[in-house]
């Protein structure tokens, strides 16, 4: 089973506090009678539960949707007294449903135990990258407010099942802190917005350490973000559908499916182009590629499993 806390993700690596959330989504909170009835609502089978996930069984379980308004209590809180296995979903991927499906049953069958919350990265892109996931499904197991496991991509029922008891038997596992306090600073600055502060922050850590992962990672990340601001996402995606050989559709909607958690998307897309296309726009379209594979990380297997299609296709 994939880990990917070894540098692919600020928030496997502790440096996401799901606390700064709180602190950013605080005028949207729900008054306090709200927050009460929050966890009866959303008993599986109940009125959060439908979302674009459908086929959950009823009984016994906790199955919420979560969204950035709702993080803080559906993940933060929830997760001081009870596990909670954050899912990253998209409706439409059999593999992806077949995935929310098992985790569904598993968290009716354990009754209650931790709480399943999922996250339609369709519907809310913006908390996927948040916690730099980049493809799905993706999941977490969160306990007292910290990550302490996670893994990427379908996997068989029998493996889940054991990922899942590990994790409850992990329940009361403390986290350690990140130990570059720089990095934590440039994540968090990421986390709450600040592109700009975010982009200097791991731009100094890299003039000290040239060849640091994390911080590879994060400046490639913000130079991502910045290179889509105030592009509409669905228009970008369609733009690119309709034009199938217009290299900047191409590149801007593979770069809005790499921040929506899709990056295995959107390195076919940008690989089937290289197929098409030669000379400077063949070069072009490589480079970009290459430039999204550094907000995943060396590490992660959806970059070595494109870095062989991009091989194939420029040789």
Do not use: C
Request: charged share 20%; aromatic share 4%; hydrophobic share 50%.
């Amino acid at each position: 089973m994939s880990d990917l806390r070894p540098g692919q993700s600020i928030f496997t690596r502790g440096a996401v506090d799901l606390g700064a959330l709180a602190a950013r989504n605080q005028a949207a909170q729900s008054t306090a009678a709200q927050q009460q009835a929050a966890p009866a609502a959303s008993q599986a089978g109940g009125p959060g539960n439908g979302g674009g996930f459908p086929g959950a069984p009823a009984g016994g379980g906790v199955v919420v949707d979560v969204t950035e308004a709702n993080v803080q209590d559906e993940v933060l809180q929830r997760s001081m007294t009870t596990p909670v296995v954050v899912a990253f979903l998209a409706p439409g991927y059999p593999e992806v449903q077949q995935l929310a499906d098992a985790l569904a049953q598993f968290n009716a069958a354990d009754g209650g135990s931790w709480v399943l919350a999922r996250v339609d990265v369709q519907a809310d892109p913006r908390l996927a990258a948040m916690f730099r996931v980049q493809s799905v499904p993706t999941v977490y197991a969160v306990v007292g407010g910290q990550p302490i496991d996670a893994f990427a991509g379908p996997v068989p029922a029998a493996q889940l099942r054991q990922w899942l008891d590990a994790v409850l038997r992990a329940g009361g596992v403390e986290v350690a802190v990140p130990e570059d306090p720089r990095l934590e600073a440039a994540d968090e600055a990421l986390i709450m917005g600040d592109l700009d502060e975010a982009e200097r922050a791991y731009r100094k850590i890299l003039s000290d350490s040239p060849k640091d992962a994390a911080a590879e990672a994060g400046l490639a990340h913000v130079v991502l973000a910045k290179r889509v601001a105030g592009v509409d996402p669905q228009a970008a995606v369609a733009a690119a559908d309709a034009a199938p050989d217009d290299v900047a559709a191409q590149l801007k909607a593979a770069d809005i499916e790499v921040l929506a958690g899709q990056a295995e998307q959107a390195y076919r897309r940008l690989v089937e182009l290289v197929r098409r296309v030669y000379g400077d726009d063949r070069e072009a379209v490589r480079q970009h590629l290459v430039s999204l594979f550094a907000v995943a990380g060396p590490d992660d297997p959806a970059v070595a499993t494109a870095r062989r299609a991009l091989a194939s296709a420029l040789f």
